[in-house]
């Protein structure tokens, strides 16, 4: 759900709205199923091409169809799918709230490095809600240094730059807390032993929670297999579909806070995740010091 990329000369914006669009990632070996040869972007990779669709395009049925049809012969149109929005700055600038959306520009998990969590205190039926119990390891290698804040494929490791945690000790900003991330032990890649530590800092949301209301909107844009949301409301199994609304009877004041309900769906390292939101205060923190790696979309406190 992060804005990425430019809006195609066919998506148009009313005067003064935010517009929606999908961004999707598909496979060049399988774009002639559906797409023109001049269609979307070329990616440098050579394997796949950036597909930018109005919400509304009448071939959304028929790409979903297909991508169905690929799956049962182990083979996909597209990899990855994105609902965005983009906003005039003027838009961002009269929220009170914001959503804030980081993305997992970390292909690796902290437990490929040997990251524990208690997965007793994981919800049985969900999976959502595990206690992490160590410190977060990663390879201090592979984190792009062009970002202040990064996730990881879990979708819940949030890491970001000691500049990052800095402005936000100057600026008396609430509602986080830092642990630093280490690399493994050398010689011992699985095993949860602190390593040496490096310029990045793990973050951690410490303020009340807020539960999110209608009219917020939960779907499955382009997924098919979903499986039914949490019986004890742990955790939806669907997807953030529109801004969000939240209760703002639950707000302690926080420049930082986070949902009370997760999103998404427990698989392999990717666990079920919480949105994020954060004050105008914060938004203008981030801007003024130029920090990267963050995206904003409007929210609402009712």
């Known amino acids: 759900m992060v804005i990425r990329g430019k809006l195609s000369h066919n998506l148009h914006r ?10 999707l990632r598909v ?52 990899g990855g799918h994105f609902l965005c929005r983009k906003y005039k700055s003027s838009e961002l600038e009269k ?24 997965e007793e205190t994981a919800c049985p039926l969900c999976g959502s809600g595990a206690h992490q ?15 202040d804040l990064l996730g990881t494929d879990s979708a819940v ?3 970001v730059s000691q500049r990052f945690l800095e402005c936000v000790r100057d600026e008396e ?6 642990r630093p991330v280490h690399a493994p032990v050398r010689g011992a890649k699985f095993k949860s032993r602190k390593g040496t530590g490096g310029p990045w800092h793990q973050m951690l949301v410490t303020s009340q929670s807020v539960s999110v209301v209608p009219p917020t909107r939960l779907g499955e844009l ?20 529109s801004e969000v609304t939240a209760e703002k009877s639950g707000w302690d004041g926080a420049d930082v806070f986070q949902s009370l309900q997760r999103f998404g769906i427990r698989q392999e390292h990717r666990r079920p995740y919480t949105a994020l939101f954060c004050t105008q205060r914060f938004r203008q923190m981030v801007k003024r010091r130029g920090l990267k790696g963050v995206t904003f979309e409007v929210a609402h406190l009712i």
């Not at 900003?173 to 830092?178: A, E, N, P, S």
């Not at 949301?229 to 953030?240: I, Q, V």
Request: proline content about 3%; glycine content about 6%; charged content about 30%.
């Open 27 to 78: 496979w060049e070996e399988n774009a002639h199923l559906i797409f023109r040869e001049d269609e979307g972007e070329k990616l440098s990779c050579g394997l796949t091409r950036k597909v930018i669709l109005d919400v509304d395009d009448h071939r959304l049925p028929e790409i979903i169809r297909v991508h169905n049809q690929l799956r049962a012969e182990r083979h996909f149109l597209y």
């Open 133 to 147: 119990l160590s410190a977060l390891f990663l390879n201090l290698n592979k984190i792009s240094r062009s970002r």
């Open 222 to 241: 382009m997924v098919l297999d979903l499986r039914p949301a949490c019986p004890l409301g742990h955790c939806t199994d669907r997807w953030l579909l």
């Open 157 to 159: 490791e949030k890491v």
């Open 173 to 178: 900003l609430t509602g986080l807390d830092f």
């Open 14 to 23: 009313e005067q003064g709205a935010m517009v929606e669009y999908i961004e």
């Open 95 to 118: 929220a009170e709230f914001l959503t804030m959306w980081i993305a997992p520009s970390i292909r690796e998990a902290g437990e490929d490095y040997g990251t524990v969590y208690d």
